[in-house]
């Protein structure tokens, strides 16, 4: 029995090393060959053999060698239609501020755990699962969160993908469930990426945004390589922040009352009124590429999408442009006739923006070989935001309410990156260094990140980066800091946080 388990245990390891999904699922897994070269290939031609048995040897008993070897040249002839796999990411973070000692600079051990399952019975049926966990060890269980709220669930458990994709007379491709649906161009800004709840930070190694729960039908014309997508969307898109003043607004006395939810109204989700819809065509314009598409939901306003890319010499031009009315998150500003003695639950009002809000970004990539083997990319990239902010004194009533959206808050960004993947003989190394600017406020960040390939699967990451503002800046959304008084909350004795001067990040990372 226990040569019987072996043998299945083989088969299990031999499906959990088959190719990796497409684009839709974590990245594949480098083979050895391609990691430190391939040894000779075997003669393709000559039949497996397996050693004779033995005399006195058993021949036909379940579990005995000879069945076993049986066993194993079946198993290998036969495809695997279940995939196992997934990824182990432990990473650590030293966030120091300014004018506190050492011993008060925050650590934290934000680790992560993916494991998927990816399901094809056939060439035309595939379902895939992905169930992820965070868990970080420096996160006290009895102390309190932001403003007395309960601490975060740790650890805690999401899903991240569960869908089945399938086909119809192979013309129309169906993807039903939880998915990741990603529009846009840019690399740092994504304005267009309405199919996401959540923004997503685009200095994080890892994106770690859980997919959309929706219906996507997928119609491809391939003579001219374009593509039209329509898509059901069951969940509502824009999530309410936990934060505990995040259900309370102030009335122009300053007495506390209760605000009305942004995005779908509670009573729709979960009903007909509260799905929506969404389409969109990529089209292939000679060497550029241009896409439209449009997003309604109940509770929404229509968002419209538009992108493109064109290229020339080693040149790559890009830009994405969201076209819609009001603003996707609640906005605030100063209420006639406040000072800053003035209580912050009584100092600001919300609005809504007239006309349109629109939210751009372009950029170009320049990618150049300059050896054989070695090449580098630098790109330029610049985001206008209409419905942000110019003065960073309104962000800590930001953070309260929950609208503080990171990379989205100022008017004006810019960014600018170099990569080097695989320099020189360092072929198993990438490097990458960036600045992000917030112009609004004046406030930038600085990163220089790092990989290497240590064994057949395990890669070390590392990063750097530092926080400044520009001459005669205070705070600023790069290098946050603020204070409020005691008084200012009722309840609360006040709100005091150094500015951000540099991190430092180590992880360490396994996909299988």
Request: charged share 20%; aromatic share 10%.
């Amino acid at each position: 029995m226990s040569a019987h388990l072996a043998a299945l245990a083989v088969a299990v390891l031999i499906g959990a090393a088959e190719e990796r999904p497409d684009e839709s699922t974590p990245p594949a897994r480098p083979s050895e060959s391609d990691l430190f070269g391939a040894p000779p290939a075997p003669d393709e031609t000559a039949p497996p053999t397996f050693p004779s048995p033995q005399p006195g040897e058993d021949r036909g008993e379940r579990g005995s060698p000879v069945t076993q070897r049986r066993l194993l040249q079946r198993l290998g002839e036969t495809e695997n239609p279940l995939s196992i796999g997934g990824q182990l990411y432990l990473r650590s973070v030293l966030a120091a501020t300014e004018r506190d000692p050492p011993s008060r600079w925050q650590l934290t051990a934000p680790s992560l755990v993916d494991t998927f399952l990816d399901a094809r019975p056939s060439d035309r049926v595939r379902g895939f699962l992905l169930g992820r966990m965070f868990y970080d060890p420096t996160i006290d269980p009895n102390a309190p969160g932001f403003l007395g709220s309960p601490p975060p669930a740790n650890p805690r458990v999401l899903l991240d993908q569960l869908w089945l994709r399938f086909d119809a007379e192979k013309t129309v491709f169906l993807t039903v469930g939880k998915q990741h649906v990603k529009w846009g161009t840019g690399r740092y800004w994504n304005p267009t990426d309405y199919l996401h709840a959540v923004r997503r930070n685009p200095l994080d190694a890892f994106d770690p945004r859980t997919g959309t729960t929706m219906v996507r039908m997928h119609v491809p014309w391939e003579r001219r390589g374009w593509n039209f997508y329509a898509i059901a969307i069951l969940e509502p898109l824009t999530t309410r922040s936990a934060n505990p003043l995040d259900d309370v607004t102030t009335s122009g006395g300053g007495a506390v009352t209760p605000s009305v939810p942004q995005g779908v109204p509670t009573s729709e989700a979960g009903t007909v009124g509260g799905l929506g819809g969404a389409a969109r065509a990529e089209l292939v314009l000679g060497p550029s590429e241009l896409a439209v598409g449009a997003v309604l939901q109940r509770g929404h306003k229509p968002r419209f999408a538009l992108d493109g890319s064109v290229g020339f010499w080693e040149v790559d031009v890009y830009a994405e442009a969201a076209v819609k009315t009001g603003s996707e998150v609640p906005l605030w500003r100063p209420r006639a006739g406040t000072t800053a003695d003035t209580p912050l639950l009584a100092r600001y009002e919300t609005y809504e923006p007239s006309g349109l809000t629109p939210a751009v970004t372009a950029g170009l990539r320049w990618s150049h070989k300059y050896s054989d083997e070695d090449l580098f990319e630098a790109g330029l990239e610049y985001f206008f935001n209409r419905t942000g902010y110019d003065d960073s004194s309104i962000y800590p009533w930001l953070l309260l309410k929950g609208a503080f959206t990171p990379f989205y808050l100022g008017r004006h960004y810019g960014a600018a990156y170099l990569s080097l993947p695989k320099p020189g003989s360092w072929n198993q190394t990438t490097f990458v260094l960036s600045t992000v600017g917030n112009f609004s406020d004046r406030s930038f960040v600085t990163r220089l990140e790092h990989s290497v390939l240590l064994l057949t699967y395990l890669w070390l990451e590392t990063f750097a980066q530092v926080h400044y503002a520009a001459s005669g800046a205070s705070g600023g959304e790069f290098r946050l800091g603020f204070a409020v008084p005691p008084g200012q909350i009722p309840g609360f004795p006040g709100l005091a946080r150094n500015p951000s001067v540099f991190d430092l990040g180590l992880a360490l990372r396994i996909s299988l």
